[in-house]
């Protein structure tokens, strides 16, 4: 199946408004390409991921072949979008997914058409792409599937961002009606209820199993690897336990020398290194000094869909 690379938003501090533009929530969750007839469902990596979704490729049959949507995979849960659902989702062998499909539902958001009747539609512009998207959802019935809200007035776009956070919707995703999808390219803005980036875990503070802090690495291109950035705030009982199934301790080959300690204020607790593989989004602020988020980051959650490859350098806060 031939999936493009996803088409990408930068960071905006304000909302931007003019001719031609629209607005969208910017929701929590798994961005997601599917492909009908048949079900095919893929990570933003290409990665097949139906065996996680029983319940979306049970519904995909349902629409007509030849599709290849753009999207969001989102938990609905108590009222508001559940990230951790999707972890748990994430790690899930086949019998567990479908347990957990009957148990936590995942949906479907559908942003994009890329594909309609097998014929590419990408260069077309997203008024266009959004008129046929509208097309097909008008014959769509199951609650597992949803079309994105969209509107092109600034102040009900303020509402949403203001009104809808307290149900785990980040912000605003802003596109020009009148682009192609571009595929790899930030051509869309997004402006977020906070400026959160991602790093990558090199070490904890106190031990693998019992991880009290995270030491957050960066890769960087002028010396080509992976040096330290910062470190988080102390993770809470919850963190700690969800973070220790998900690193591992690091052999010899670790970037960072194994007697190393790190020193944010009076803290000088030794570290322990693990595998640099996890990456995390974290809330950092303003300030910077040699190199490094001066301060301790706000940790907020890992995240296991994005790639390596896909963390920012040095201190950015987007690749």
């Given amino acids: 199946m031939d999936v493009p690379e ?3 938003a930068r960071t905006v501090t304000t909302l931007p408004v003019g001719e031609g533009l629209l607005y969208e929530p910017k929701w929590d969750g798994f961005r997601t390409f599917v492909a009908t007839g048949p079900a095919r469902i893929f990570s933003k990596s290409h990665r097949p991921v139906n065996r996680q979704w029983p319940e979306l490729v049970k519904v995909l049959e349902s629409l007509p072949g030849g599709l290849l949507l753009d ?50 539609l990408s260069r077309r512009s997203l008024a266009y792409r959004r008129a ?29 961002f ?15 009606s009148r682009r192609a999808y571009s595929p790899g390219r930030r051509r869309w803005d997004k402006l977020k209820s906070r400026l959160t980036t991602e790093a ?7 031990s693998v199993h019992m991880p009290r802090a995270l030491l957050l690495g960066r890769w960087k291109p002028e010396v080509d690897k992976l040096v330290l950035v910062g470190r ?39 570290y322990s290194r693990v595998r640099p593989e996890l990456v995390v989004e974290v809330e950092p602020d303003v300030a910077v000094s040699h190199g490094r988020w001066r301060h301790p980051v706000k940790y907020i959650r890992p995240r296991p869909d994005v790639q390596l490859g896909e963390v920012p350098t040095g201190l950015d806060l987007e690749r």
């Fill in 200 to 206: 990558i875990v090199g070490g904890v503070v106190g």
């Fill in 132 to 160: 046929r998207l509208e097309e097909v959802f008008d014959a769509v019935t199951d609650p597992h599937l949803d079309l994105v809200w969209q509107t092109d007035d600034p102040a009900t776009a303020r509402e949403w």
């Fill in 232 to 270: 988080t705030t102390d993770l809470d009982g919850h963190q700690q336990a969800v973070i220790a199934d998900l690193v591992h301790k690091a052999g010899s080959d670790h970037p960072w020398p194994p007697t190393y300690t790190p020193t944010w204020g009076a803290d000088r607790a030794p």
């Fill in 6 to 8: 996803p088409m990408l």
């Fill in 71 to 120: 999207g969001e995979v989102v938990c609905w849960l108590d009222g508001g979008l559940n990230f951790d659902a999707l972890l748990r989702r994430n790690v899930a062998g086949r019998d567990r997914a479908r347990a957990l499909a009957r148990a936590e539902p995942a949906h479907f958001v559908a942003f994009d058409l890329l594909r309609m009747d097998g014929h590419d």
């Fill in 162 to 176: 203001e009104g809808l956070r307290g149900v785990g919707i980040e912000g605003l995703v802003i596109k020009d």
